[in-house]
């Protein structure tokens, strides 16, 4: 299965965007990718996905790089809700399996 | 819709002792999951069921079994509680077994002394 790498943790202040990124240099061309957030004491709760172009949902808009090696997912304006650990993970077409990482814990700031 | 819902929500063990953790969903969904959780870590994959009457192992197995009750209800047992299981237990469910959301359940915290 192909790995994804995220930063530990960020920090950012309320109603301001915040960018979420994610390497994943071996990414094969079937893999899509998935985020997926846990806030504080939940199970983890579904984000968005792609495959190679931007997607925009309710929730989030992720961008995703030309040669698919990384990708960035947008919050638009932070709330103090947001406050979770945030997963990148790749799936191939034909797998139901999701391989979580270790994530990046985002901390808003009021 | 109560979504996944998982029983019981905190256990304490001893060791060698054995329980079930019960899972259902209300979504209509084929496929579910159950995951474990350790301090500071991602999930990783237990056991998984593609449809009703299907379960396939998952990354860390060993020390579970499971059963597809029906299409809504999922369980995972522990025969012999070891320390080592000490962990969150989250059910998933989804639509079908291919690039489908997984909504998740809210975990059982379960304590193996």
């Known amino acids: 299965d192909a790995k994804t790498t995220q930063p530990n943790s960020m920090e950012s202040n309320e109603e301001e965007p915040v960018h979420l990124p994610c390497n994943h240099s071996t990414i094969s061309g079937t893999d899509y990718i998935h985020w997926y957030r846990q806030l504080p004491s939940q199970g983890p709760e579904y984000v968005i996905h792609?495959?190679?172009s931007n997607v925009n949902n309710r929730m989030a808009s992720l961008a995703i790089a030309e040669d698919r090696k990384s990708s960035t997912l947008i919050l638009h304006r932070a709330t103090l809700r947001d406050a979770a650990v945030y997963y990148c993970i790749l799936r191939g077409p034909n797998t139901d399996k999701l391989i979580f990482g270790t994530g990046t814990r985002l901390q808003v700031f009021p | 819709n109560a979504g996944v819902t998982q029983t019981p929500k905190f256990q304490v063990l001893k060791t060698g002792q054995s329980m079930t953790l019960q899972c259902a969903q209300d979504?209509?969904?084929?496929?579910m999951y159950w995951y474990r959780q350790d301090p500071g870590m991602g999930l990783r994959l237990i056991y998984y069921?593609?449809?009703?009457?299907?379960?396939d192992k998952g990354e860390v197995p060993n020390g579970y079994n499971v059963s597809r009750l029906n299409k809504r209800e999922f369980s995972l047992r522990l025969e012999s509680a070891a320390p080592s299981q000490t962990s969150v237990y989250f059910c998933?469910?989804?639509?079908?077994?291919?690039?489908?959301?997984?909504?998740f359940g809210p975990g059982t915290r379960l304590t193996v002394t």
């Open positions: 998933a469910s989804s639509e079908e077994w291919v690039n489908y959301e997984q909504y």
């Open positions: 069921s593609a449809s009703e009457g299907t379960t």
């Open positions: 979504m209509n969904h084929n496929s």
């Open positions: 792609g495959l190679t």
